[in-house]
């Protein structure tokens, strides 16, 4: 399917650009972001998401499994009990199931489905595995509490990342049937630099390149960074559930998006993809904030819907 292109034209999409250009000017995902404390900025991001407009009706249930925990956004009807699994973004250092409540709302209320959002260990202090361990010990749990539910997986930039990880590990492990599709905002999916991202122009306010090389040593943290489960690039994606791609084409990781977009229709996965235009990194992931985000959240509801 050819890719699609979205211009951010309305005032409503400038004036998120202009918000999250605020709000991500002090995060430090840039060189210097091996020198931030990044407890520090969790406390302080996580206050602020705390006033993020939510989903009326929507309810948050916390779950703790026994390595990990999870949140679990239930909408005011339920109309399926199939699952969707949402993995959170934020570098590999920041973000929660709690802040991202804005967004799982709107999924929940959007599909009529329970969206389990997993809460996964953190670099530095827990660099790879901890998080993807974190991420496959949830999923065990969806499929322990919702037996026989499909589970749609979505996530944006780091949690992308471990959106394909976990596909690529649910393959591996003979449950592949169990992933009806896989949503990708921003992926993130090398981090060796065989990937050439120089090859596109970069406008990027929230992940500039020059924090590549130290996320690298911040989550992989002397763990082969060619492992597919830490750089999904490496792959094996015969197989690979149906799967929707969004990302913004002078973003850092445009590069990353375009070449699983191409990965995938070369193996004969299905795969949609839509390019933002003069958006911002994960874009998509902002949902009815404007009428470009509410556009995609409801293709990708409606796609998640469909493969389920």
Not at 14 to 27: A, P, S
Not at 153 to 167: D, F, H, M, P
Not at 272 to 284: D, K, L, P, Q, T
Not at 285 to 296: F, M, N, S
Request: aromatic share 10%; charged share 20%; hydrophobic share 35%.
């Amino acid at each position: 399917m050819p890719i699609e292109t979205v211009k951010a034209e309305s005032a409503e999409i400038k004036k998120n650009i202009r918000i999250v250009k605020k709000m991500t000017g002090g995060m430090g995902f840039d060189e210097n972001m091996g020198k931030v404390n990044w407890r520090i900025v969790r406390l302080i991001s996580g206050f602020g998401y705390k006033f993020m407009p939510k989903v009326k009706g929507v309810r948050f249930e916390k779950h703790r499994s026994d390595r990990s925990g999870y949140e679990v956004a239930v909408p005011p009807q339920v109309t399926g009990g199939n699952i969707i699994t949402y993995i959170h973004g934020g570098g590999f250092v920041s973000g929660s199931a709690a802040s991202s409540r804005g967004y799982t709302s709107m999924l929940a209320a959007g599909s009529g489905c329970r969206v389990v959002a997993a809460d996964y260990a953190l670099a530095p202090e827990k660099p790879f595995p901890h998080g993807f361990n974190d991420c496959c010990e949830v999923l065990d749990e969806v499929t322990r509490e919702y037996p026989g539910a499909r589970v749609a997986l979505v996530g944006e930039s780091a949690g992308a990342n471990l959106c394909a990880a976990l596909a690529l590990w649910a393959r591996n492990e003979g449950r592949g049937e169990l992933i009806s599709s896989v949503t990708l905002h921003s992926p993130f999916l090398d981090f060796t630099g065989k990937l050439d991202r120089s090859a596109y122009p970069t406008e990027d306010f929230t992940v500039k390149p020059g924090c590549l090389p130290v996320l690298k040593e911040i989550y992989a943290a002397g763990s082969d960074p060619a492992d597919p489960y830490i750089s999904p690039y490496y792959g094996d994606y015969s197989g690979f559930p149906p799967t929707f791609i969004t990302c913004d084409s002078r973003e850092t990781l445009y590069a990353d998006a375009l070449w699983l977009y191409e990965k995938l229709e070369s193996v004969g996965t299905e795969v949609m993809m839509i390019r933002g235009e003069g958006m911002f990194h994960a874009f998509a992931a902002t949902g009815t904030q404007a009428p470009e985000t509410k556009r995609i959240l409801t293709e990708n509801i409606g796609s998640i819907k469909n493969h389920f």
